[in-house]
T-cell receptor, first 115, second 115 residues
Framework: DTGVSQNPRHKITKRGQNVTFRCDPI?????LYWYRQTLGQGPEFLTY????????KSRLLSDRFSAERPKGSFSTLEIQRTEQGDSAMYLC?????????????FGEGSRLTVL | AQKITQTQPGMFVQEKEAVTLDCTYD???????LFWYKQPSSGEMIFLIY??????QNATEGRYSLNFQKARKSANLVISASQLGDSAMYFC????????????FGTGTRLTIIP
């Protein structure tokens, strides 16, 4: 088990460009979460999938943001027409929903810098 | 109102001493879970310990223990015999309702262990 994998780890882009991040969860986990973390803050919830179904989206997820999990395995988070305020670390997490705690397992994140 | 409050932005502790990181929470849901995560400079969030709202005993995991005071709505993390490798950001988080719900994080405490 290799844990949660995120790519790319770092992305620098110019304002107005589109970017896409990929997350590969732990293989047996059917739940997948996206969080955003800005400097000096804790992670903020963006969206959540159970298998391929997107069950919840935060108000933070504007119409420029879209997330998919087409086959219930990996997920992508796309940001269209990036703005400087989108600069942040984008964290992906997965869980099996089983066990006594249901803790989330996080990847190392994808850091976005918008110039 | 903030759901998770961590009032200590930073703490410095001598190696081998114990340290307590404060966390208070706000919820009206009788079923909730409290988590502590460690985030080293690499960026990955590492799960440390979990306390359920109905758990009678305070949670312990190795050198980590959770001082759960339900009436005061506090869930402080205690690290015994601190080590240099404990230097990191520490986040308290809460899940309200069922096991599959999202986590809400506090703003974190940066812990620095002094040799």
């Amino acid at each position: 088990d290799t844990g949660v994998s995120q790519n790319p780890r770092h992305k620098i882009t110019k304002r107005g460009q589109n970017v896409t991040f990929r997350c590969d969860p732990i293989s047996e986990h059917n739940r997948l979460y996206w969080y955003r973390q800005t400097l000096g803050q804790g992670p903020e919830f963006l969206t959540y999938f159970q298998n391929e179904a997107q069950l919840e989206k935060s108000r933070l997820l504007s119409d420029r943001f879209s997330a998919e999990r087409p086959k219930g395995s990996f997920s992508t988070l796309e940001i269209q027409r990036t703005e400087q305020g989108d600069s942040a670390m984008y964290l992906c997490a997965s869980s099996s929903g089983q066990g006594s705690t249901g803790e989330l397992f996080f990847g190392e994140g994808s850091r976005l810098t918008v110039l | 109102a903030q759901k998770i409050t961590q009032t200590q932005p930073g703490m410095f502790v001598q190696e081998k001493e114990a340290v307590t990181l404060d966390c208070t929470y706000d919820t009206s849901d009788p079923s909730y879970g409290l988590f502590w995560y460690k985030q080293p400079s690499s960026g990955e969030m590492i799960f440390l310990i979990y306390q359920g709202s109905y758990d009678q005993q305070n949670a312990t995991e190795g050198r980590y223990s959770l001082n759960f005071q339900k009436a005061r709505k506090s869930a402080n993390l205690v690290i015994s015999a601190s080590q240099l490798g404990d230097s990191a950001m520490y986040f308290c988080a809460m899940r309200e309702g069922g096991r599959n719900e999202k986590l809400t994080f506090g703003t974190g405490t940066r812990l620095t262990i002094i040799p």
